[in-house]
């Protein structure tokens, strides 16, 4: 029970180690990894790259893979470019390991001596989040000192050792190294448990590469249980996934598993948690080297495995919760689908605008229906940020996820007048109203002020800049008072009988909620000027 009790808990900490270290360096890399992810293109060397350092970044090849599903499902990669990335994934998960097996345990309380004074007592934002990265370095080590002390006396259990040799079968090791992974969910932490058992002689290298095998096939349930409920098309990247790591351990076992295992005790015959460390990098890379140029017909074997046609992705499209795992692209992304909710909001504004100048009862019915599009969306982003919001993010995310909840905001409100506007347009339409050729030009006039105002806080918003969004409140000020002048106007012509009256309070009302819509996206760009702050 004692045992249990200190492996449990050292895995524990490793476990949380990892995932602190692998949330700081989110952190730290911030846009560089954003960036690393827009650059994906057809070019499968460029997709394995990206994929093995992003999950070097964010420790944790599962997380990478379950990240590459979302993006498959939202349809912004197709599978060529996944398969590059799964592949990478595997390389990088092997870094843990081999960071593992410096052994650096002694030295492991400095680092977090280290960190949190760094953490403490500097005020720099991305001191701290280098203080996190160090502090998870330290506490990852501190669970494997505990997890090997707790397995110490194993060593004087000839019960425990018999129940090892059943190890040397090599279908047995595959199926525990398998099962251990399914079990913590997290191939780094199976593999930090068997490092654990080498350091106390309970295990050799010809049982460990077994288990390593299984490992890498055990990972692959994070994917398959993360694509249920997901298109076919992200169904079809977990399978590759599974594909790929069964196919790279049948054919080491088949053929390489003796190469390999003499490559590792000829570079360090006395290390025996070097040795799996190396044993693992090695098979992985191998296995990209060698499946590689196979790419194309796994990604085949895959549509064969999930047949049929892909259905249409609808509602959002750069967002997918299966990306919040990894904050600072989920953010870079739900950033996308606001302002493509912009567009879509400008669009409509757009139309209920022409709507209205046309007389076109086509158009106003085309505007309600966009409209409860806008709606849904709007709706289902909000959901998108508040789960994000739970996410370990760094002060620059959570004032970029604070700015896009105000933005939405007022996205969903400026929809909300163009459906006003369009209602107005379906009244005129009804009642035949007329305006005056003044009352029509002063309107033309708020039109375009009002559209090029909107337009432009979408410009300042997708580009943070600072110059376009006081360009987009100084126009508020100018339309407000533009909206003054034409309603005295116009209360002028009402009074010199120049227009009728029910058009009168249709003109006030459409003046109106122009200047709502210019004072909306005013309130867009001031969000991003306090952001820039």
């Known amino acids: 029970m004692e045992i249990a009790i200190g492996v449990l808990g050292g895995l524990g900490l490793f476990l949380y180690g990892m995932n602190i270290m692998g949330a700081g360096l989110q952190k730290v890399a911030g846009e560089r990894l954003k960036r690393l992810i827009e650059i994906l293109t057809n070019n499968r060397i460029m997709g394995v790259f990206v994929g093995a350092v992003v999950t070097m970044i964010i420790q944790s090849s599962s997380a990478t893979t379950v990240m590459v599903i979302g993006f498959v499902n939202a349809g912004l990669m197709q599978l060529t470019q996944a398969i590059g990335v799964i592949m990478g994934a595997n390389i990088g998960t092997t870094v843990t390991a081999q960071l593992v097996a410096f052994k650096l345990t002694d030295i492991a309380p400095l680092f977090i001596a280290f960190g949190v004074a760094l953490w403490l007592f500097s005020s720099k934002k991305k001191h701290k989040e280098v203080a996190e990265v160090i502090i998870g370095f330290g506490i990852l080590f501190i669970g494997m000192d505990i997890m090997k002390e707790a397995l110490k006396p194993l060593r004087g259990s000839q019960a425990f050792v018999d129940m090892l040799v059943n190890l040397n079968n090599p279908a047995l090791g595959i199926l525990v190294g398998f099962a251990?992974?399914?079990?913590?969910?997290?191939?780094?932490?199976?593999?930090?448990?068997?490092?654990?058992?080498?350091?106390?002689?309970?295990?050799?290298?010809?049982?460990?590469?077994?288990?390593?095998?299984?490992?890498?096939?055990?990972?692959?349930?994070?994917?398959?249980?993360?694509?249920i409920g997901a298109n076919k098309t992200a169904k079809r990247a977990a399978i590759m996934h599974l594909l790929f790591n069964v196919l790279g351990?049948?054919?080491?076992?088949?053929?390489?598993?003796?190469?390999?295992?003499?490559?590792?005790?000829?570079?360090?015959?006395?290390?025996?948690?070097?040795?799996?460390?190396?044993?693992?990098?090695?098979?992985?890379i191998a296995n990209v080297i060698i499946l590689l140029p196979f790419a194309g017909l796994i990604v085949v074997a895959a549509k064969k495995i999930i047949p049929g046609e892909v259905e249409q992705v609808g509602g959002l499209k750069y967002i997918d919760p299966r990306i919040?795992?990894?904050?600072?692209?989920?953010?870079?992304?739900?950033?996308?689908?606001?302002?493509?909710?912009?567009?879509?909001?400008?669009?409509?504004?757009?139309?209920?605008?022409?709507?209205?100048?046309?007389?076109?009862?086509?158009?106003?019915?085309?505007?309600?229906?966009?409209?409860?599009?806008?709606?849904?969306?709007?709706?289902?982003?909000?959901?998108?940020?508040?789960?994000?919001?739970r996410a370990s993010l760094s002060n620059e995310e959570s004032i970029k996820v604070t700015t896009l909840f105000n933005t939405i905001n007022d996205l969903e409100r400026v929809g909300d007048h163009?459906?006003?506007?369009?209602?107005?347009?379906?009244?005129?339409?009804?009642?035949?109203?007329?305006?005056?050729?003044?009352?029509?030009?002063?309107?033309?006039?708020?039109?375009?002020?009002?559209e090029e105002s909107f337009k432009e806080s979408l410009w300042a918003f997708k580009t943070a800049n600072a110059a376009t969004a006081k360009r987009v409140v100084a126009y508020?000020?100018?339309?407000?008072?533009?909206?003054?002048r034409y309603r005295a106007n116009h209360i002028q012509r009402l009074n010199e009988h120049k227009c009728y009256p029910g058009s009168g309070v249709v003109f006030l009302d459409v003046i109106s909620n122009l200047e709502r819509v210019a004072d909306h996206a005013s309130n867009i760009a001031l969000s991003i000027l306090d952001a820039l702050e």
């Open 249 to 284: 351990t049948l054919i080491f076992m088949l053929l390489l598993q003796t190469p390999i295992k003499w490559l590792v005790e000829k570079i360090t015959p006395n290390d025996i948690e070097r040795q799996i460390a190396n044993a693992h990098t090695f098979f992985n």
């Open 476 to 484: 508020e000020k100018e339309i407000d008072v533009l909206e003054k």
């Open 418 to 450: 163009a459906d006003n506007l369009a209602e107005l347009a379906q009244y005129r339409i009804d009642n035949k109203l007329s305006f005056s050729d003044n009352a029509i030009e002063e309107l033309k006039v708020m039109f375009g002020k009002v």
């Open 324 to 389: 919040i795992g990894t904050p600072s692209i989920a953010v870079g992304q739900a950033s996308k689908e606001v302002l493509r909710m912009g567009k879509m909001v400008q669009n409509n504004l757009k139309t209920s605008i022409e709507a209205f100048v046309n007389n076109d009862e086509k158009l106003t019915k085309k505007v309600f229906k966009e409209e409860k599009n806008i709606n849904n969306m709007e709706k289902e982003i909000t959901k998108y940020l508040v789960e994000l919001t």
């Open 180 to 227: 251990i992974t399914v079990i913590v969910q997290s191939s780094s932490a199976s593999i930090g448990l068997l490092l654990a058992l080498a350091s106390q002689g309970l295990i050799t290298i010809d049982m460990a590469i077994p288990i390593l095998f299984g490992d890498n096939i055990g990972t692959c349930t994070t994917a398959l249980l993360s694509s």
